[in-house]
């Protein structure tokens, strides 16, 4: 799953442990996210969308990129 939270992170001049900090998560779970390692919960990607007052769907983007098929 593709998503923006490095983007967002970065914007507001945020480390992974700040954001880890008000997620409530480690920094380790920040990092995989990010890096695309790991897909955050449903109850976590609603918790980062909170935080960025955006829409999920503007922070995550399903899928890899590869048809399915």
């Known amino acids: 799953m593709k998503n923006r ?5 970065a914007e507001r001049e945020w480390s992974q442990a700040d954001l880890a900090g008000r997620l409530k998560v480690s920094r380790q779970t920040v990092n995989a996210i990010e890096t ?4 955050p ?18 922070i995550f983007e399903p899928g890899d990129g590869k048809s399915a098929g």
């Open 36 to 39: 695309g390692k790991y897909d």
């Open 41 to 58: 919960s449903l109850p976590l990607a609603f918790a980062i969308a909170r935080l960025f007052k955006q829409p999920i769907e503007t």
């Open 5 to 9: 939270l490095r983007v967002l992170r």
